[in-house]
């Protein structure tokens, strides 16, 4: 842990008063994603995949799926953070699909101009395309909004609720800020990246909250441990 910045964060009342400040609307705002998104979170999902196939091609965005053919026009990747694989599609009827992806597999890292590609279009956005046997979601396909959000809340909500306790603990203190603080402030900042890495380590089974969860509470667990040490047994601020 970075003692000497954690524990400056303590001894400065306005920067503890500022962080908690901080805290609370951090907590508070994942608190409303949750609550907001968690009831209806896979309606669209649902209802994507209870959509049947449609009889023929629909004059308007329909709610059934329709399947078509289309044509590779142009495939960018990009490695610049932030900015979305694209690959542009051109129908039989000469019209554009501008289509976004979050990663690169399983199709259209192996995609070239002039390629043939199957696309599923509902609503009037085209969620997929497959090819050589293997299919992919676009950007534009329906979420699970809940796993992301229940996510997102175990990402911010436990760190942020750590650090409220800790910049309460200190404005309660006359005294400087104790190991205990400083080891709380520590953990809280540890639980953040845990929660923001285990995503990466569950993805091989998608957007999946528990197994998120069951990566980030082992290394939640490890850092608590380590926090409750470094209280007890460190030198240096006192208790």
């Keep these: 842990m970075s003692q000497p910045s954690l524990a400056g964060v303590l001894r400065s009342t306005v920067a503890t008063v500022l962080t908690l400040l901080a805290a609370v609307v951090f907590v508070a705002l994942a608190v409303v994603l949750v609550v907001t998104q968690v009831p209806d979170g896979t309606r669209d999902l649902d209802a994507y995949r209870a959509a049947p196939r449609c009889p023929s091609a629909p004059a308007r965005p329909a709610e059934c799926r329709w399947t078509r053919e289309f044509t590779v026009a142009d495939v960018r990747l990009t490695s610049r953070r932030g900015r979305l694989d694209t690959v542009t599609l051109t129908g039989a009827d000469g019209h554009r699909w501008e289509t976004a992806y979050t990663d690169r597999g399983p199709v259209i890292g192996d995609l070239g101009r002039g390629d043939r590609v199957t696309g599923t279009v509902w609503r009037g ?50 005294a400087g800020p104790s190991r205990g603080m400083v080891a709380t402030l520590g953990l809280a900042v540890g639980v953040f990246f845990a929660g923001l890495f285990s995503p990466l380590v569950a993805n091989a089974v998608g957007e999946d909250f528990w197994a998120t969860a069951a990566v980030w509470l082992p290394a939640a667990v490890l850092l608590a441990v380590g926090a409750r040490v470094y209280t007890t047994r460190g030198n240096g601020l006192a208790r």
């Design 125 to 174: 956005r085209l969620t997929e395309i497959a090819a050589r046997g293997e299919s992919q979601d676009t950007d534009a396909a329906p979420a699970d909004l809940r796993a992301r959000s229940l996510i997102a809340g175990l990402i911010m909500i436990p760190p942020g609720l750590l650090v409220t306790a800790a910049c309460v603990w200190r404005l309660g203190r006359r």
